[in-house]
């Protein structure tokens, strides 16, 4: 290893053991289980690293850039064993995934299979975990404040959550005091997960509805129904890129999501609904101007600076636009 590589890390360390006393005093002070504690603080060092009750999850980003330096698995074994240290960490309890970019049903494959599940809590609420088998936990964690304001807005509201994931949003919305919710996404592996977080929380009758199905498909079919449901919020966060044979077309949240918002606000949103879309697109740009908004009786809020937690760094880590009444000031 280079002597420039040995002096990032080096610098990774003191970095890491500063940031361990920081997180480990604000989670408690916030009660928070499960947060991030570095993000490529230092360039060198190109990975991320979060903490769970039953162990750490270390993302190593430098797949995707340093793949042909021929000492990257050497660096990457010394920060497996700097990261063991700071934390005091067993081989079992500091869990690797490498960063690569998927295309199409592979974001729903599994990893592995060795069926690590357990339950952890944010605020008062419970949700299934898995560490090992998925890219993924279960849990977006920079959508921490997200789902809180969610929470807040939801009270007897009808809810759609459309890419819903584990339906943690749907979890959400519902201890709010929903009336209604609907979890829609393309995997039945995460539909069966949202049933389980539901469960757990509580929310187990009708009014909680799971759909395994193409969103898009769902979408363009309910909009011809003349008898469909209109929801008085409507939360989506699709992924940027998505071509899996399930699909009856191929999406792309650039090209594809001006069409889908004003499909959404014209024919499934109620009078006074609000939209909230967000994605994890870094270069995303919204196409839908805001005159043409405001022709509609909406206004389009960015809420990205100030849905960012506190312990994410990474100010890019998503977008997010609330798209409200023109006439509503209290946001």
């Given at each position: 290893?280079?002597?420039?590589?040995?002096?990032?890390?080096?610098?990774?360390?003191?970095?890491?053991?500063?940031?361990k006393k920081e997180r480990e005093k604000w989670?408690?002070?916030?009660?928070?289980?499960?947060?991030?504690?570095?993000?490529?603080?230092?360039?060198?060092?190109?990975?991320?690293?979060?903490?769970?009750?039953?162990?750490?999850?270390?993302?190593?980003?430098?797949?995707?850039?340093?793949?042909?330096?021929?000492?990257?698995?050497?660096?990457?074994?010394?920060?497996?064993?700097?990261?063991?240290?700071?934390?005091?960490?067993?081989?079992?309890?500091?869990?690797?995934?490498?960063?690569?970019?998927?295309?199409?049903?592979?974001?729903?494959?599994?990893?592995?299979?060795?069926?690590?599940?357990?339950?952890?809590?944010?605020?008062?609420?419970?949700?299934?975990?898995?560490?090992?088998?998925?890219?993924?936990?279960?849990?977006?964690?920079?959508?921490?404040?997200?789902?809180?304001?969610?929470?807040?807005?939801?009270?007897?509201?009808?809810?759609?959550?459309?890419?819903?994931?584990?339906?943690?949003?749907?979890?959400?919305?519902?201890?709010?005091?929903?009336?209604?919710?609907?979890?829609?996404?393309?995997?039945?592996?995460?539909?069966?997960?949202?049933?389980?977080?539901?469960?757990?929380?509580?929310?187990?009758?009708?009014?909680?509805?799971?759909?395994?199905?193409?969103?898009?498909?769902?979408?363009?079919?309910?909009?011809?129904?003349?008898?469909?449901?209109?929801?008085?919020?409507?939360?989506?966060?699709?992924?940027?890129?998505?071509?899996?044979?399930?699909?009856?077309?191929?999406?792309?949240?650039?090209?594809?999501?001006?069409?889908?918002?004003?499909?959404?606000?014209?024919?499934?949103?109620?009078?006074?609904?609000?939209?909230?879309?967000?994605?994890?697109?870094?270069?995303?740009?919204?196409?839908?101007?805001?005159?043409?908004?405001?022709?509609?009786?909406?206004?389009?809020?960015?809420?990205?600076?100030?849905?960012?937690?506190?312990?994410?760094?990474?100010?890019?880590?998503?977008?997010?636009?609330?798209?409200?009444?023109?006439?509503?000031?209290?946001?």
């Amino acid at each position: 290893m280079t002597e420039r590589g040995l002096g990032a890390l080096i610098m990774f360390e003191n970095r890491l053991r500063k940031l361990k006393k920081e997180r480990e005093k604000w989670a408690k002070k916030n009660s928070i289980e499960c947060y991030r504690i570095y993000s490529e603080d230092i360039p060198q060092v190109a990975c991320i690293l979060d903490r769970y009750p039953n162990g750490f999850v270390l993302y190593d980003k430098s797949s995707l850039r340093f793949k042909a330096e021929s000492d990257h698995d050497e660096r990457l074994s010394t920060i497996q064993a700097i990261i063991r240290d700071v934390f005091q960490l067993s081989e079992g309890e500091l869990f690797l995934k490498q960063r690569q970019k998927q295309k199409g049903k592979e974001q729903y494959e599994k990893f592995a299979l060795e069926g690590n599940f357990f339950w952890v809590k944010e605020t008062n609420l419970e949700f299934r975990i898995n560490l090992t088998d998925y890219l993924d936990t279960g849990l977006f964690l920079d959508h921490r404040v997200t789902r809180s304001w969610i929470r807040d807005r939801s009270k007897n509201k009808s809810v759609l959550n459309l890419f819903s994931y584990t339906g943690a949003f749907s979890v959400y919305a519902a201890s709010g005091g929903a009336k209604k919710t609907k979890s829609i996404d393309l995997s039945k592996t995460y539909c069966d997960w949202a049933k389980q977080n539901l469960e757990r929380n509580g929310f187990v009758n009708q009014n909680h509805e799971i759909i395994n199905a193409d969103i898009l498909k769902w979408v363009e079919d309910e909009s011809r129904n003349a008898n469909r449901e209109r929801y008085d919020l409507i939360f989506l966060d699709p992924p940027t890129f998505s071509n899996s044979k399930k699909m009856y077309e191929e999406w792309d949240v650039q090209t594809k999501h001006r069409n889908l918002l004003l499909l959404l606000l014209t024919k499934f949103l109620n009078d006074n609904g609000e939209i909230w879309f967000s994605t994890n697109f870094r270069k995303f740009k919204m196409e839908v101007e805001e005159e043409e908004w405001k022709e509609r009786g909406y206004k389009c809020i960015n809420k990205t600076k100030e849905s960012i937690p506190l312990d994410f760094r990474d100010d890019k880590i998503h977008q997010l636009f609330c798209i409200t009444p023109n006439h509503d000031v209290t946001i």
